[in-house]
């Protein structure tokens, strides 16, 4: 019990907002050079590789697209652990982590549904139908800007992060729904091919590329997520100092 | 089978675009931050020992 | 004025505003409609302008009640009465703002709605030009309900029943200047022209309205 | 500049708040409307900010600027609400009001930075309105009558909620605009420390009037 309490505060010494300022100042720069060169080897290994006998070229949007997508359902699951942080264990970080994630899973989200609609139009000769997978990835999307909208709409974040991680963790239901939208219904979207039980199905050609991009995407995030909380805590620093400042003018008077 | 190469090169660069205003925006950001809060230190406006060790109150 | 015009932009752009509201609003509304018809697309790409249109009308009506009830409560309103600028310039000017920061929004977003909604392009063109044309409208005909209703306390509902009824007009051209767009005997001139000739009138008339609203209004 | 109110009585809804009030101010003088809650000395107020339409007598500003349609242009109205928006900066509420109401002939407001420094709270205009305690919004609002000139200030409970110092600096700020031949019209239950004041005391009209529908 006393070795699980210390655990803790070891972890929440870790997570003190001061510390994670160091900690970012260090790490940022090393992430940054690792995402770059990921997406250097990616990139490089999209369009040298063979283009698919039955898709041809528009296969390489598959290695934008099916990182986009993965993360855009990992950034929400990243803003649910944090709402359950901050909802838990009340930890001040966590709310930051899961504001700072709105934005950049808005984005990644966004990237998903315009590639894939880029490679629809020339595959199912439509920009866009209401299949399970599209629609629940469209909710997804409109899940985040509502966060934005209702992070934005509360300028007081010490109210805003309860009623803000309650609606993140009522909206994780659609994560599951999208990840089997392909297999529970009958739809347009083929069906995953790299994450199954049974192994992967797809290419090896196909599969190189795609692992490389999916982790230049991951370190991707984890960049901006890092650096988006580091803005975030001095978002409140200065917040917190202009509120002092107010209370503190006009005292001599 | 077609090439369809213009779709390829639409999404590559609009990923490209996407990813890059995101980087950007973060970057702002950050430097934004970082000047509004050179600025009210420079006003003389102190965080208290206790908020110093504790960044984020309110 | 145009101190006006650009503080209530930053006020709708800032925490608590408006503008990303309305589009999201939009959004949302035009993505639920195909669970409600299902996913025929043949189907959607026939009544998608008429959606769009349909869409943005309730998404402008969102933000309209508080374009003076806000002015109201801080006191500002009384400010403005008393000032040597006409009472109907600075009613223009507050409906521009407004319109800028969440009637434009819905112009921009609308092509990207059109193609969820399957509509080909001519279809969306049409669609965006007479959204652009016909949203002012409602944003001056909204500015009059919300003047009548600046001292409910509960006008937001109120408002929108004033103005629906006063908005269909702007629907109708609108929607029907779409579909003369798509299909091709009919001409897509006159009903556009109609369309912008509704939204100057209202642009002079809906301020006028509602200086006059306001100023019976203040107590 | 002279003005003068004759007869003036007015409604709100039904009832009659005051009838027959009557005064005339010249330039650097100063009216102190007193009385109790009830009394009507808001709706007085609102009457001569040009807010409220009287029932009866005029309102007139004799050597005033000819092209005035209405004296409430030239005169400032602080009410009880302080006019100015939480979302934003002082800085760009006050700013604002300095483009938006211009100043009036005769004239010119103090930029910014003076009018802050005047109400004791320098180094905050940065920071958003809605951060301030209640007593500097109150002294903010007061800035807002520093920078866009008008000869009429016209002032609902202005040291409502002020501590005693700042009741001094606006009496202050107050006595500077009588020097340069304003006119001060002030609703308060404290004594301002102004020289030169006409004293109104209003007693709440008492007189049978029930409107419309009754007979007289």
Redesign the interface.
């Known amino acids: 019990m006393s070795e699980n309490s210390l655990a803790i505060r070891k972890f929440s010494d870790l997570a003190n907002p001061t510390r994670f300022l160091a900690l970012a100042d260090r790490v940022l720069p090393w992430l940054a050079v690792v995402t770059a060169l990921f997406f250097v080897v990616g990139l490089w290994l999209s369009f040298t590789t063979e283009g698919d006998y039955q898709q041809g070229e528009t296969v390489r949007i598959m290695y934008v697209h099916v990182p986009a997508a993965w993360l855009s359902m990992m950034c929400y699951s990243v803003m649910a652990l944090a709402a359950l942080g901050t909802l838990v264990w009340r930890h001040p970080l966590a709310d930051v982590s899961s504001r700072a994630a709105a934005p950049i899973g808005a984005c990644f989200t966004f990237l998903a549904l315009v590639t894939g609609s880029l490679w629809g139009k020339p595959m199912w000769g439509a920009w866009w139908v209401w299949d399970a997978r599209l629609t629940s990835v469209f909710v997804l999307f409109l899940m985040y800007l509502g966060l934005m909208a209702l992070n934005r709409a509360m300028d007081d974040p010490a109210r805003s992060s309860r009623v803000s991680a309650v609606l993140v963790l009522v909206g994780f239901v659609n994560i599951p729904i999208i990840k089997f939208s392909v297999e529970w219904w009958n739809t347009l979207h083929q069906p995953a091919s790299v994450l199954r039980l049974d192994g992967p199905t797809i290419d090896p050609e196909f599969l190189r590329p795609l692992v490389v991009m999916a982790i230049a995407f991951t370190l991707l995030f984890f960049t901006l997520h890092i650096a988006a909380m580091r803005n975030e805590i001095w978002r409140r620093r200065v917040t917190s100092l202009r509120r002092l400042a107010a209370r503190s003018a006009g005292r001599e008077v | 089978m077609m090439s369809h190469a213009a779709y390829v090169l639409a999404s590559y660069g609009i990923a490209t675009l996407t990813v890059v205003g995101l980087c950007l925006w973060v970057i702002a950001d950050g430097r934004a931050r970082q000047r509004e809060l050179r600025e009210l230190e420079a006003s003389g406006v102190r965080r208290r020992s206790a908020e110093a060790s504790n960044g984020e109150t309110r | 004025?145009?101190?006006?015009f650009l503080?209530d932009l930053?006020?709708s752009i800032?925490?608590?505003?408006g503008a990303?509201?309305g589009v999201?609003f939009f959004?949302?509304v035009v993505?639920v409609i195909?669970?409600g018809v299902g996913?025929d697309?043949n189907l959607?790409a026939r009544i998608g302008p008429a959606i769009l249109w349909i869409g943005a009308l309730l998404a402008s009506l969102l933000g309209l009640d508080r374009l003076f009830q806000a002015e109201r409560?801080?006191?500002?309103l009384?400010?403005?009465?008393?000032?040597?600028t006409p009472l109907l310039v600075t009613v223009f000017v507050k409906c521009a703002a407004h319109w800028a920061a969440t009637g434009l929004p819905l112009v921009i977003a609308a092509p990207l709605l059109g193609?969820?909604m399957?509509m080909d392009e001519l279809a969306i063109g049409a669609t965006m030009l007479t959204l652009l044309v016909g949203t002012p409208a409602i944003t001056f005909i909204g500015a009059v309900g919300a003047a009548v209703a600046v001292s409910l306390p509960r006008g937001g509902l109120l408002v929108s029943i004033l103005v629906l009824p006063l908005a269909i007009p702007v629907l109708i051209f609108g929607v029907s200047a779409v579909y003369a767009a798509i299909e091709d005997p009919a001409p897509f001139l006159p009903p556009l022209m109609i369309l912008a000739a509704i939204t100057l009138f209202f642009a002079v008339i809906g301020p006028v309205a509602a200086a006059a609203a306001l100023r019976h209004a203040?107590? | 500049m002279r003005l003068v109110a004759e007869g003036l009585s007015a409604r709100r809804g039904e009832d009659l708040i005051f009838n027959d009030i009557s005064f005339a101010l010249g330039a650097g003088e100063a009216l102190v409307v007193t009385g109790p809650n009830g009394s009507g000395k808001s709706t007085l107020l609102r009457v001569l900010a040009g807010l409220l339409m009287a029932e009866k007598g005029s309102l007139k500003l004799e050597n005033g600027p000819p092209e005035m349609r209405h004296p409430s242009e030239l005169s400032h109205y602080l009410g009880h609400r302080n006019a100015m928006k939480r979302e934003l900066t002082v800085a760009e509420n006050l700013s604002f009001w300095k483009n938006f109401m211009g100043d009036s002939p005769g004239g010119s407001g103090r930029d910014l930075a003076e009018a802050v420094e005047a109400v004791g709270l320098p180094g905050i205009a940065h920071l958003p309105f809605g951060y301030l305690s209640a007593g500097q919004q109150r002294r903010m609002a007061m800035a807002k009558l520093l920078v866009a000139h008008r000869p009429i200030w016209i002032l609902d409970e202005p040291t409502a909620a002020l501590d005693a110092g700042a009741d001094k600096l606006f009496a202050g700020l107050v006595n500077a605009h009588l020097d340069k031949g304003g006119i001060v019209i002030a609703a308060t239950h404290q004594p301002l420390g102004l020289e030169r004041i006409q004293e109104l005391r209003m007693t709440g009209f008492s007189g049978v009037d029930g409107g419309l529908w009754h007979d007289a």
């Not at chain 3, 009384?78 to 040597?84: A, F, I, S």
């Open positions: 004025m145009i101190a006006l503080r930053k006020l800032r925490a608590g505003g990303m509201i999201l959004m949302t993505a195909p669970f996913p697309l959607l409560e801080d006191g500002s009384d400010l403005m009465l008393m000032q040597e193609l969820f399957n203040s107590d």
